[in-house]
């Protein structure tokens, strides 16, 4: 079964940047879309952001402008850069992998391959 792994989690301030990453070792993320999404204590899980093997980008309302979602297909990497954290930022960061291509826009439905989640804290 493929496994996505997510890194750079961890604590921040409000108003402060944090980096996650998302790699899988063994799997070729050219042509699939990459999504994150999010998870916080009592809340379902939503979409924060996608990229299509095209370059297309997808963002939820709540993170427009804050965030920005990259891929790197040589290293097979998918980033998401996220600035200007707000306390509601604070949850835990999966990323998700389609297996069928996408390459228009994406949405946040149809992913088969996630990780295990990395803890994102924003608090003062």
């Known amino acids: 079964q493929l496994q996505l792994v997510e890194f750079g989690g961890g604590l921040v301030q409000p108003g402060g940047s944090l980096r996650v990453s998302c790699a899988a070792p063994g799997f070729t993320f050219d042509r699939k879309a990459i999504g994150w999404f999010r998870q916080a204590p009592g809340k379902e899980r939503e979409g924060v952001s996608c990229?299509?093997?095209?370059?297309?980008?997808n963002y939820a309302n709540s993170v427009k402008g804050r965030f920005t979602i990259s891929r790197d297909n040589a290293k097979d990497a998918v980033y998401l850069q996220m600035n200007n954290l707000k306390p509601e930022d604070t949850a835990i960061y999966y990323c998700?992998?389609?297996?069928?291509?996408?390459?228009?826009?994406?949405?946040?439905?149809?992913?088969?391959?996630w990780g295990r989640g990395t803890q994102v804290t924003v608090s003062s």
């Open positions: 990229i299509s093997s095209s370059g297309s980008t």
């Open positions: 998700a992998a389609t297996s069928r291509v996408v390459i228009g826009l994406c949405v946040f439905e149809g992913y088969d391959y």
